[in-house]
């Protein structure tokens, strides 16, 4: 027991230092959080290895869990699209853009478009879907099996989200209302004009018409740009900026998903591809947020924000799998040892 009373404080303050790191609620609040479950960690043994301490994390985070093979935690596929903007912290600038956004009225709904998506491309591509029926928890007080780790599938399998998708079949299609884009007069004055130029026209026509969440996107994008170009002082407050215009730009493109057609197909699985063009400032907006929150090294939020984008727009143009391999590969997803056991995790000093 003496133990465990002197090493879990130490394990307990790095998990709390990367809940505040993600999600900016006070280093304090976040260690308070995990010494409420401190009994749940501590079944996973004395001294939490990389993984336990990654999946504690996951736990505080509230994100699905999905075993890959022994302590190790990722994603599980979305059974629904949830709102990631009811789920990430916000500013005021963002609870403002949605007050904004809903009070304009013409949001209109999401509607059926074209042809079911039919993944099926993905098989002849090579890919293999999961077996869910094989997964499911239907002998839960089962005694557990023994399982050779070499019999294990890869633990960091970047691109599982397609045996996923490949296994969730046909869906439906939707596109989103068309008051999320900015005119196309709007649009080439925004191509002529210097970047200082550009962002004070585009807070014009957010408030000129709320419910353009294009206007968003292009403001956060202004300010990625600027992340880009400066030192790394100026980089952290630009990063900032883009945050809060991204998460602006998500939420009121997600007003109209907040409370899906019930009934209809929409609330089991839509499809938002970027081919249609009023579902771009939604995709764009969560690639976006999910890019910074990888450069201000808050993995576990870009993953599960890249997960939620592959969700809805399995067709990836705008290439968020690959983003996620790069979240995966900087968070130092926990590999397997040779003995089977998961190795080391991401470092002390990693989100800090």
């Known amino acids: 027991m003496s133990h465990t009373r002197r090493t879990s404080p130490t394990h307990f303050s790095r998990i709390a230092r990367r809940l505040d790191y993600e999600t900016g609620m006070g280093y304090q609040k976040a260690l308070s959080a995990v010494q409420d479950k401190a009994d749940q960690f501590m079944q996973q043994g004395p001294r939490l290895d990389g993984a336990g301490c990654d999946m504690a994390l996951r ?8 075993f890959w093979g022994p302590g190790i935690g990722a994603h599980m596929w979305p059974q629904i699209y949830h709102p990631v903007s009811m789920t990430l912290l916000h500013s005021g600038l963002c609870q403002e853009a949605i007050d904004a956004a809903e009070r304009a009225r013409d949001q209109g709904q999401p509607e059926p478009c074209g042809s079911e998506y039919d993944p099926s491309y993905l098989a002849a591509a090579g890919v293999d879907p999961l077996d869910y029926e094989g997964t499911a928890d239907d002998h839960w007080d089962d005694e557990p099996e023994e399982i050779d780790p070499a019999l294990l599938e890869a633990i960091d399998e970047p691109d599982r989200w397609k045996r996923h998708v490949l ?29 200082g130029e ?5 807070e014009q026509l957010i408030v000129e018409r709320p419910a353009a969440a294009e206007a968003y996107v292009w403001r956060a994008d202004l300010a990625l740009a600027d992340a880009r170009e400066h030192g790394s002082g100026r980089k952290r407050g630009a990063l900032m900026e883009a945050r809060r215009w991204y998460e602006c730009g998500l939420a009121v493109a997600e007003v109209p998903l907040h409370f899906p057609m019930y009934g209809g197909s929409f609330d089991t699985g839509p499809v938002l591809l970027w081919r249609e063009e009023s579902n771009r400032p939604l995709l764009r907006s969560l690639y976006g947020l999910a890019l910074v929150a ?4 808050r993995w576990n939020t870009a993953e599960m924000i890249l997960m ?39 470092g002390e000093g990693a989100g800090a």
């Open 59 to 66: 736990m505080l985070l509230r994100q699905d869990l999905e």
């Open 308 to 346: 939620r984008l592959l969700y809805l727009d399995p067709d990836d143009e705008q290439q968020a799998g690959t983003l996620l391999k790069e979240v995966r590969a900087a968070a130092g997803i926990v590999q397997p040892g040779e003995d089977g056991r998961g190795g080391s995790g991401r």
């Open 167 to 195: 296994a969730q079949g046909v869906r439906a299609r939707f596109r989103l209302p068309a008051a999320h884009l900015l005119p196309p007069a709007a649009r080439q004055e925004l191509l002529g004009l210097a970047p």
């Open 294 to 297: 990888h450069r201000q090294k």
């Open 198 to 202: 550009s962002a004070v026209r585009l």
